[in-house]
C-alpha cells in the first residue's frame, strides 16, 4: 500500500523486497562467474540494497552528497576488495547494472505513468553509482600497481653483506630516479645497522649506462661516503667502459672495478686481509 507522498517505486522495493535481491544475486552471480560465494555476494547485496532504498526517488545525476555517503562506503569497500581479488572493472560495475535489469523486468507490466518517470529516475541513480563504482575500482587499482612496484623495487634492490664491514647491492635492469632512491635509502640504512666501511655498487646486470644513469650511480655513491663508506663502483665491462669515455663522464677518486671479486678483493685489501689462491697457501 502506498502511504501519502510516498513513491510508487520505494514501495515496490521494499514490499517484494527478498524476490529482487534473489533475483539480482543471481544476475550478480552470472557476471562473476561464480568467484564470489553465493553467501558472500547475498551480504554485499542485502547492505547495499538497504543503503540504497532511502535515495530512491532522486533524479541520481549527483551522488557526491552527504545523502550518499554511506553507499558510496559500501560501494568503495567492494570496489576495493575485488580490485584486490583481481577482478576486472567491467564485472564490479556489472553488479550494480544488475540491479537496474531486475527492477525493470519486475516493473515492465505496469502501465503508470508516474511509475515509468520514477524508473527512469532509478535508471539515472544506479548508472551513477556504476560510474562511481568504476571509477573507485580504477583507482584502487592504482594504488595496487604504485604499491607492486615499490614492492618489487624492494626486491630487486637487496643490499648483501659479503664479508664482514663489506656491503654491496647487485643492480639489475634499468636505473632510473626512483629506483636510486630506493637503493640510496637501502643502502645507508644498512650502513647505519651494520657498521659497515665498504660499500660496492655492483652493475654487471645494468642493460645501459648513459648520463642519467651514471649521475644516479654517482649520488648513491657519495651518499654512502657520507656515510663514512667507502664506495666502490663494480661490473665496469669493456662496453659500459667505452660508453663513460664517450660520453665524457667522470667519477672524480670514486674506484671503479671490472667485478665484483675485484671490488671484494680491494675492499679486504683495505681492511688488511689478503686473498690467495689455495695451491699458493700449500
Not at 83 to 99: K, M
Not at 111 to 124: H, I, K
Not at 177 to 188: D, N, P, W
Request: some cysteine.
Amino acid at each position: 500500500m502506498v502511504g501519502v507522498g510516498e513513491r510508487r517505486l520505494v514501495v515496490v522495493l521494499r514490499e517484494r523486497r527478498d524476490e529482487v535481491l534473489e533475483q539480482w544475486v543471481r544476475a550478480a552471480a552470472a557476471t562473476l562467474r561464480g568467484r564470489v560465494t553465493a553467501a558472500e555476494l547475498e551480504r554485499e547485496s542485502r547492505e547495499l540494497y538497504t543503503a540504497l532504498l532511502p535515495v530512491v526517488g532522486d533524479n541520481g545525476r549527483d551522488v557526491s552528497g552527504e545523502r550518499y555517503a554511506e553507499i558510496r562506503s559500501l560501494l568503495a569497500e567492494l570496489s576495493r576488495t575485488r580490485a584486490r581479488a583481481g577482478y576486472t572493472p567491467s564485472e564490479t560495475a556489472s553488479s550494480v547494472f544488475a540491479l537496474k535489469r531486475v527492477v525493470f523486468e519486475l516493473t515492465e507490466h505496469d502501465a503508470d505513468p508516474d511509475l515509468f518517470r520514477e524508473l527512469m529516475d532509478f535508471s539515472s541513480l544506479l548508472d551513477a553509482l556504476g560510474l562511481f563504482t568504476f571509477e573507485t575500482f580504477a583507482r584502487a587499482r592504482e594504488e595496487i600497481i604504485a604499491e607492486q612496484s615499490e614492492q618489487l623495487l624492494e626486491l630487486t634492490t637487496p643490499v648483501v653483506k659479503l664479508w664482514e664491514g663489506v656491503l654491496a647491492v647487485p643492480l639489475v635492469g634499468t636505473l632510473d630516479s626512483a629506483r636510486t632512491q630506493v637503493v640510496m635509502e637501502k643502502l645507508l640504512e644498512s650502513l647505519v645497522e651494520t657498521g659497515a666501511e665498504h660499500a660496492i655498487i655492483d652493475i654487471t646486470g645494468v642493460l645501459a649506462v648513459d648520463t642519467q644513469v651514471a649521475q644516479h650511480l654517482l649520488k648513491t655513491a657519495f651518499a654512502a661516503r657520507l656515510m663514512g663508506a667507502e664506495c666502490t663502483i663494480s661490473g665496469i665491462r669493456p662496453q659500459i667502459a667505452q660508453t663513460i669515455v664517450a660520453l665524457g663522464i667522470e667519477f672524480g677518486d670514486i674506484t671503479t672495478k671490472a667485478s665484483l671479486a675485484d671490488a671484494l678483493r680491494h675492499a679486504l685489501r683495505s681492511e688488511g686481509v689478503e686473498v690467495v689462491a689455495a695451491d699458493r697457501v700449500r
